[in-house]
């Protein structure tokens, strides 16, 4: 395909794309089949603490796949996984993942309030019931991300961009190290998206690492400081500043790529 598609890159000067040296997420070798057919192939992968990284490519890359086999929800034929150096297993209190908006069953009777307070219970394991303290949690995230007066709603009543932001508040309360994010940008609007946006890069401030799956390449260089590009196999991963280019677009996509660089 000859298509030429020109992507702006805004990445500021000021912007952080430089880590503290210590790894949040290693992959080793990961290979990800459905029936027989690898959709993840011999994966490597180093994630440093403190970075807001876009995974991108195409439709079928496997991207999703990936977030989900380093969270233990598909299980690789082959490879590991460590979270800061150990299995996933053995850390899983570190971790918040925030899925995409349609595996979602937003049918199920219940209110903003109670989703945001699920996002307790790792900590408190399935025996302890939420008290005060849950409580003031979960508000306060539904304050950060806009909801507060949607507390008592019912998540069916909740637009697309309401329900995102539900989600992400889940994943707030929490207090995670490392967040996984499949497309949280994805059927929202453009007001949930800065605000969304504007949230990630406060945890980033506060030495949070944020892995984001992520379609709309024209937003990659003014949203993310890291970027991994794949399809199937990994193309490139790291700096935005030094790999989002036209040579890893054109290799991931298929497409002649031009990115026009604004510093």
Not at 89 to 96: D, G, I
């Amino acid at each position: 395909m000859n298509q030429m598609d020109t992507i702006k890159n805004t990445h500021s000067k000021n912007e952080p794309s430089v880590s503290n040296g210590v790894l949040a997420v290693k992959v080793d070798d990961l290979t990800v089949a459905y029936n027989y057919k690898p959709v993840l192939w011999d994966i490597d992968l180093e994630i440093p603490e403190g970075v807001l990284m876009a995974i991108v490519g195409p439709n079928g890359a496997g991207k999703s796949t990936l977030i989900k086999a380093i969270l233990g929800i598909l299980k690789p034929i082959a490879g590991s996984v460590s979270i800061y150096g150990k299995p996933y297993h053995k850390q899983r209190s570190l971790v918040a993942y925030v899925p995409q908006k349609g595996s979602v069953d937003w049918d199920f009777p219940t209110t903003a309030l109670d989703v945001v307070m699920m996002g307790t219970y790792g900590k408190l394991g399935w025996i302890k019931r939420p008290g005060v303290k849950e409580k003031k949690a979960a508000l306060e995230a539904l304050e950060k991300v806009g909801m507060l007066a949607f507390q008592s709603r019912q998540i069916s009543q909740l637009s697309g961009g309401q329900q995102q932001r539900i989600f992400l508040a889940r994943a707030l309360v929490q207090d995670a190290s490392i967040y996984f994010m499949d497309e949280p940008f994805q059927g929202v609007d453009a007001t949930t998206e800065i605000a969304i946006i504007n949230i990630l890069k406060e945890l980033r401030k506060a030495g949070k690492t944020m892995i984001v799956v992520h379609h709309d390449l024209q937003t990659v260089p003014e949203y993310f400081d890291w970027v991994t590009f794949l399809n199937v196999k990994k193309i490139a991963t790291g700096p935005v500043m030094d790999i989002f280019n036209d040579d890893n677009l054109t290799k991931t996509y298929g497409i002649n790529y031009k990115v026009s660089v604004q510093k």
